[in-house]
Nanobody, 116 residues
Framework: QVQLVESGGGLVQPGGSLRLSCAAS????????MGWYRQAPGKQRELVAT???????GYTDSVKGRFTISRDNAKNTLYLQMNSLKPEDTAVYYC??????????WGQGTQVTVSS
């Protein structure tokens, strides 16, 4: 049974940092293009960062230069380092495969709240 379990969220002040983790079981993350997604209240889920099998990364413009996606193949875990956080980064963050035909059931996500 495939599980993607996100963790590391919390309440942080503007300008602060958080590191999210996505632990996988039942699937090997390194063979897929993986992504971090987020969904703010009343908005659609959006893809914010990607990492492909070869390790190249990509980011949506709003997080470029502030977020870093990485992967630890030995731990089968995906990470998202988030720096210089802004209130508009407030959302539930999820990890999942990028390609629709490889997508797994969504996990519970991890809440990130940026507020003073």
């Amino acid at each position: 049974q495939v599980q993607l379990v996100e963790s590391g969220g919390g309440l942080v002040q503007p300008g602060g940092s958080l590191r999210l983790s996505c632990a996988a079981s039942g699937v090997t993350l390194s063979i897929y293009a993986m992504g971090w997604y987020r969904q703010a209240p009343g908005k659609q889920r959006e893809l914010v960062a990607t990492i492909i099998r070869a390790g190249a990364t990509g980011y949506t413009d709003s997080v470029k230069g502030r977020f870093t996606i990485s992967r630890d193949n030995a731990k089968n875990t995906l990470y998202l380092q988030m720096n210089s956080l802004k209130p508009e980064d407030t959302a539930v963050y999820y990890c999942n495969m990028v390609e629709l035909n490889t997508r797994r059931p969504w996990g519970q996500g991890t809440q990130v709240t940026v507020s003073s």
